[in-house]
């Protein structure tokens, strides 16, 4: 059964960057589309983008989309041999301060797709 | 980008009533690629609804997906103690980007 677990600091400064790390285990990381959603009181919940590795090339950094609110700040990226991927967020302020999930999209595959399997989360806030 | 209205804000209801929760899009979702999801507190959301109507893995019957175009809704017929909570939808027709709803909260009158 597939399983996601975020880490990372919980405290960041302003103006820093963001760096969180999702686990997964149970399965493998390729032919599923990884994303990464934030939940702020003020924003609710926000795509921030995702990552997409077929297994079938050589090419292990994946395929990315994010969040044209976002673009400028964000990247994310995968290691296939530890099965994890990462979330990384530059020049943050306190409007980053959110709890940040990663998940899976449902199908194999598929981007277009509701995410059926969430890591429980994790609390970041951004201050001095 | 799409936009995703949902309505009421708060459903305030007893266990046993019929639930009907509305998701209206700024714009058409092509091929009913919406999905719904409950959100108890200090959980992640849960998977309920996709494709408008199709029941996820695990989720009982009396969650119910219908809708086409802008206007959706998810209904619960009969309401189960555990089903109080707060209830979003999302669209995944348009990823540029992804987008959900602002919720409705279901909660225990």
């Known amino acids: 059964q597939v399983q996601l677990q975020e880490s990372g600091p919980g405290l960041v400064k302003p103006s820093e960057t963001l760096s969180l790390t999702c686990a997964m285990s149970?399965?493998?990381?390729?032919?599923?589309?990884w994303s990464w959603i934030r939940q702020s009181p003020g924003k609710g919940l926000e795509w921030i983008g995702y990552i997409f590795y077929s297994g079938y090339t050589i090419d292990y950094s994946g395929y990315t989309k994010y969040n044209p609110s976002l673009k400028s700040r964000v990247a994310i990226s995968l290691d296939t041999s530890e099965n994890h991927f990462f979330l990384r967020l530059s020049s943050v302020t306190a409007a980053d301060t959110a709890v940040y999930f990663c998940a899976r999209h449902s199908r194999p595959q598929w981007n277009h797709d509701g995410f059926n399997i969430w890591g429980q989360g994790a609390v970041v806030t951004v201050s001095t | 980008e799409i936009v995703l209205t949902q309505s009421p804000g708060t459903l305030s209801l007893s266990p046993g009533d019929r639930a009907t929760l509305s998701c209206r899009a700024s714009?058409?979702?092509?091929?009913?690629?919406l999905a719904w999801y409950q959100q108890k507190p200090g959980q992640a959301p849960k998977l309920l609804i996709y494709?408008?109507?199709s029941r996820a893995a695990g989720i009982p019957d009396r969650f119910s997906g219908s809708g086409s175009g802008t206007d959706f809704s998810l209904t619960i017929s009969r309401l189960e103690p555990e089903d109080f909570a707060v209830f979003y939808c999302?669209?995944?027709?348009?990823?540029?980007?992804?987008?959900f709803g602002g919720g409705t909260k279901v909660e225990i009158k």
């Open positions: 494709d408008a109507s």
């Open positions: 999302q669209q995944y027709a348009d990823s540029s980007p992804l987008t």
């Open positions: 714009q058409s979702v092509s091929n009913n690629y």
């Open positions: 149970g399965g493998s990381i390729s032919n599923y589309y």
